[in-house]
């Protein structure tokens, strides 16, 4: 009997699948929309960043043009406006409290998740309905027990000892030590451990992470107060920058605007700093697991 003869086709013949685009050129809308979105947001930086460059006869025109007078205008703002001295107050201040929350924080949570005491979960649950309570509700409480209760207006104590509990730092070290395995308190507890001990020889080496992450975002906020500085600090010496920048607008009858973008400019690059020698711990910081 004969064999029907099967026709099987050539490698060469069959018909390779057509290579998909990748790369950039696939997502150029993607790339097109970052710039537009980064463009948006960086305008008004860009735009006080040419401003303290040019002259005060010229500022207040629509020339874009960067000009030369930036550490003119600085020198100006530097001396005669203080600006110098206002920095200094609020790395003081800042200091203060970033180093004081993260501390108060690191203890909180460690009583929270290692520590058993009645209504436990209760009192967490008061320390995060603080969240929701801005300081402008509390203003006029704050500034009665400040000024009238304790006599600490117009004291670096005024603007730092009410903001260095952190409902923030508490929740998120909480939720850090909660995922770091119970077989190491246990296996500390054993060894004799106490509680501080553990918190410096083992939870804080493996959250470094969460706390340059805390430490970013509190810096940030210690160093943009306005409202409060402005209500308890009377003294011109000890008032922080953001108010002293405040009132160069409309001193002595009128605003030298390159003099103050200029100093706007100098009071940005702390923050940044910040922001740049940390941005690993930021970044890792709210991630889960990260420090283990």
Same mark, same amino acid.
């Given at each position: 009997?004969?064999?029907?003869?099967?026709?099987?086709?050539?490698?060469?013949?069959?018909?390779? $699948?057509?290579?998909?685009?990748?790369?950039?050129?696939?997502?150029?809308?993607?790339h097109?929309?970052l710039?537009?979105?980064i463009?948006?947001?960086?305008?008004?930086?860009?735009?006080?960043?040419?401003?303290?460059?040019?002259a005060?006869?010229?500022?207040?025109?629509?020339?874009?043009?960067?000009?030369?007078?930036?550490?003119?205008?600085?020198?100006?703002?530097?001396?005669?406006?203080?600006?110098?001295?206002? &920095?200094?107050?609020?790395? *003081?201040?800042?200091?203060?409290?970033?180093? !004081?929350?993260?501390?108060?924080?690191?203890?909180?949570?460690?009583?929270?998740?290692? @520590?058993?005491? $009645?209504?436990?979960?209760?009192? @967490?649950?008061?320390?995060?309905?603080?969240?929701? /309570?801005?300081?402008?509700?509390l203003i006029?409480?704050?500034?009665?027990?400040?000024?009238?209760?304790?006599?600490?207006?117009?004291?670096?104590?005024?603007?730092?000892?009410?903001?260095?509990?952190?409902?923030?730092?508490? @929740?998120?070290?909480?939720?850090?030590?909660?995922? *770091?395995?119970?077989?190491?308190?246990?296996?500390?507890?054993?060894?004799?451990? !106490?509680?501080?001990?553990f918190?410096?020889?083992?939870?804080i080496? &493996?959250?470094?992470?969460?706390?340059?992450?805390?430490?970013?975002?509190?810096?940030?906020?210690?160093?943009?107060?306005?409202?409060?500085?402005?209500v *308890? &600090?009377?003294?011109?010496?000890?008032?922080?920058?953001?108010?002293?920048?405040?009132?160069?607008?409309?001193?002595?009858?009128?605003?030298?605007?390159?003099?103050?973008?200029?100093?706007?400019?100098?009071?940005?690059?702390? $923050? /940044?700093?910040?922001?740049?020698?940390?941005?690993?711990?930021?970044?890792?910081? @709210?991630?889960? !697991?990260?420090?283990?």
């Amino acid at each position: 009997m004969a064999r029907k003869a099967v026709s099987v086709p050539s490698p060469a013949a069959t018909t390779a $699948p057509r290579p998909r685009s990748s790369g950039p050129a696939r997502h150029w809308w993607i790339h097109l929309i970052l710039i537009v979105a980064i463009v948006v947001v960086a305008s008004p930086l860009l735009f006080a960043l040419i401003k303290s460059t040019q002259a005060s006869d010229v500022v207040i025109g629509p020339s874009m043009l960067p000009g030369g007078h930036f550490f003119e205008n600085l020198a100006s703002v530097w001396s005669g406006a203080h600006l110098g001295r206002y &920095m200094l107050n609020s790395f *003081i201040v800042t200091i203060c409290v970033t180093s !004081g929350k993260t501390i108060l924080s690191l203890l909180a949570a460690l009583a929270f998740v290692y @520590f058993r005491f $009645p209504l436990k979960n209760v009192a @967490f649950a008061l320390v995060l309905f603080t969240l929701m /309570l801005p300081t402008e509700l509390l203003i006029v409480a704050l500034f009665d027990l400040i000024s009238g209760t304790l006599k600490w207006a117009d004291n670096y104590a005024a603007i730092i000892v009410p903001f260095l509990a952190s409902a923030t730092g508490t @929740f998120l070290f909480r939720q850090h030590f909660l995922n *770091i395995p119970a077989s190491l308190s246990d296996a500390a507890r054993i060894d004799g451990c !106490g509680p501080l001990t553990f918190l410096s020889k083992v939870l804080i080496p &493996m959250s470094w992470n969460t706390i340059g992450a805390l430490a970013v975002i509190q810096f940030v906020a210690a160093w943009d107060q306005y409202l409060w500085p402005l209500v *308890i &600090m009377q003294s011109d010496d000890k008032q922080v920058v953001q108010v002293g920048l405040r009132r160069l607008i409309d001193a002595g009858g009128q605003t030298d605007w390159g003099a103050v973008m200029a100093g706007a400019m100098v009071t940005l690059i702390p $923050p /940044l700093l910040v922001f740049t020698l940390l941005q690993e711990q930021f970044s890792k910081g @709210f991630a889960l !697991g990260q420090d283990k």
